[in-house]
C-alpha cells in the first residue's frame, strides 16, 4: 500500500505541474476553460447559480475552519489520538497554504469576462474541501476494505465544490482540476505518515 500512495503523490504532483504549464500557455486546456464559461454563463440557470453560492461558501474560510476544528476533535474522540487530530489540522492548512503559494507563484492569465484573471490556479475551495474530506475518509476507514470507496466520495465531494465555483465563475475547469490534483497528493502524503507511524 505505501508504494500505491507514493504512486498517487508522484503522478498527482506530475499531473498537476502538466495542467499548471497548459494553464499558462495557449494550449487546449485554456480553449476549453474558456468555451465552458461562455457555455456556462449563457445556459446555466439563476436557481443554479444560487445553489452554487450557497456550497461555494462551505470552502470560504469562516465556514470551512470551524468544520476543520470540528473534525480534528471528533478523530481525536473517536481514534483517541490527539496526534491525530492535530495532524489533521495540519494537513488541511497544509493544503491551504500550498493552494495559495501555488497561485502567486503560478499568476495563470486568461482573457475573457468569465472568471478571475489571474491567481486562480489552483482552486484553494476545492483543495481544501477535498483534502478535509480526503481526512476524514482516511481517519474514519483506516484499514477498511472500503476505504477507496470512501476516497472516491472524498473526492466527489470535493469536486462538487469545484463545480460550484464554476458555476458561480469564481474558477475555471482547470483550476478546479488543479486543487483536485494537489489534494490527491497531500490526502496521499497523509495517508502515508499515518502508516509510517
Same mark, same amino acid.
Given at each position: 500500500m505505501r508504494g500505491r500512495d507514493?504512486?498517487?503523490v508522484q503522478v498527482s504532483l506530475m499531473l498537476l505541474a502538466a495542467v499548471a504549464i497548459a494553464v499558462n500557455t495557449?494550449?487546449?486546456i485554456v480553449s476549453f476553460d474558456?468555451? &465552458?464559461g461562455a457555455w456556462s454563463k449563457e445556459n446555466v440557470p439563476h436557481t443554479i447559480v444560487w445553489v452554487a453560492h450557497r456550497l461555494f461558501r462551505i470552502g470560504n474560510p469562516e465556514t470551512f475552519?470551524?468544520?476543520t476544528l470540528g473534525t480534528a476533535c471528533a478523530i481525536v474522540w473517536l481514534q483517541r489520538s490527539v496526534m491525530r487530530g492535530v495532524l489533521a489540522i495540519a494537513t488541511v492548512?497544509?493544503?491551504? &497554504?500550498a493552494s495559495s503559494i501555488l497561485k502567486e507563484i503560478l499568476s495563470s492569465y486568461r482573457a475573457g469576462d468569465y472568471a478571475a484573471h489571474f491567481h486562480t490556479f489552483p482552486s484553494t475551495h476545492t483543495t481544501v474541501t477535498t483534502t478535509l474530506l480526503g481526512v476524514i475518509a482516511v481517519c474514519l476507514f483506516e484499514g477498511r476494505r472500503s476505504q477507496g470507496r470512501a476516497l472516491v466520495a472524498a473526492g466527489s465531494g470535493g469536486l462538487l465544490i469545484g463545480v460550484a465555483a464554476f458555476l458561480i465563475a469564481a474558477h475555471w475547469p482547470s483550476d478546479v482540476m488543479g486543487g483536485l490534483l494537489l489534494a490527491t497528493a497531500v490526502v496521499a502524503t497523509f495517508r502515508l505518515i499515518l502508516r509510517g507511524r
Open positions: 507514493i504512486r498517487t495557449d494550449s487546449p474558456e468555451s &465552458a475552519m470551524p468544520l492548512g497544509f493544503a491551504g &497554504a
